[in-house]
């Protein structure tokens, strides 16, 4: 088993990362998502205005 750690690590470590990394993409980008078109709907509306 310390072998296999020893050689596969590092990629088990990489592919943890990836999978906190989509995890947690849909909130943030649903949050992102939300700030940017709140942005462009104040602007839109103050430069139609």
Same mark, same amino acid.
């Given at each position: 088993m310390k072998a /296999?750690? +020893?050689?596969?690590?590092?990629a088990i470590f990489v592919i943890a990362c990836i999978m906190i990394l !989509?995890?947690? &993409? +849909?909130? !943030?980008g649903k949050a992102i998502q939300s700030a940017v078109l709140k942005t462009?709907?104040? /602007?839109? &509306? &103050?430069a139609l205005a």
């Open positions: /296999f750690l +020893e050689e596969y690590g590092i !989509v995890a947690m &993409s +849909e909130p !943030v462009i709907s104040d /602007f839109t &509306s &103050s």
